[in-house]
């Protein structure tokens, strides 16, 4: 039972490029989410999605962008990184009662 | 709003002794109330969940929590820590009806298990 699978793992990126940060959940949840963490600050919300074509900002969205064609894919964008955006990047999706499934994380350092 | 409140950023205990984790909840309707456990270079796992079944939660690796209304506290307990406990533990708040309940995560309190 995969759960919620994010890819890359890590990635370097120079300031200026873009990248997509892949998930992908098999459990026909509707709710996603992209949530970012830094040391002490604990999880941000980037961006959510709460079905199929359907998505929406969190707290911190300025440089991200999401799409949600299918129920089980929820890509992030990142255009034009920049050094702030060097973080750890959480998906997760959500059952009906808020249970919250994560994926292992996408460690990404923009230099 | 929901909000939730973790106090003490960093927990120091000993091995074999009780660990206590505190948080604080507002939530302006019954809420469902959850702790997570993050491993290093991991996700965050599901440890419990309050739905208001039962005020004593018991989770996985022997970890409980007592939902206070009273106090608004969700406070995580474990008589005996274990080195394997030591990870950052997350309290979160979710509220909402119908379909779609708004979770909000605490900002996580480091747990170090001291042999």
């Known amino acids: 039972n995969a759960g919620v699978t994010q890819t890359p793992k890590f990635r370097i990126l120079k300031i200026g490029q873009s990248m997509t940060l892949q998930c992908t959940q098999d459990?026909?949840?509707?709710?996603m989410y992209w949530y970012r963490q830094d040391p002490g600050m604990g999880l941000k919300l980037i961006y959510y999605s709460v079905g199929a074509g359907i998505t929406d900002k969190g707290e911190v969205p300025n440089g991200y962008n999401v799409s949600r064609s299918t129920t089980e894919d929820f890509p992030l964008r990142l255009e034009l990184a920049a050094p702030s955006q060097t973080s750890v990047y959480f998906c997760a999706s959500q059952t009906r009662t808020a249970e919250a499934f994560f994926g292992q994380g996408t460690r990404l350092t923009v230099v | 709003a929901q909000s939730v409140t973790q106090l003490g950023s960093h927990v120091s205990v000993s091995e074999g002794a009780l660990v206590l984790l505190r948080c604080n909840y507002s939530s302006s309707v019954p809420p469902y109330l959850f702790w997570y456990v993050q491993y290093p270079n991991q996700g965050l796992q599901l440890l419990l969940k309050y739905t208001s079944a039962a005020t004593l939660v018991k989770g996985i690796n022997g970890f409980e929590a007592e939902f206070k209304k009273s106090e608004t506290s969700f406070h995580l307990t474990k008589p005996s820590a274990h080195m394997s406990d030591a990870a950052e533990y997350f309290c979160a708040v979710s509220e909402g009806s119908g379909g779609y309940q708004k979770v909000t995560f605490g900002i996580g309190t480091k747990l170090q298990v001291i042999p």
């Open positions: 459990m026909n949840h509707n709710y």
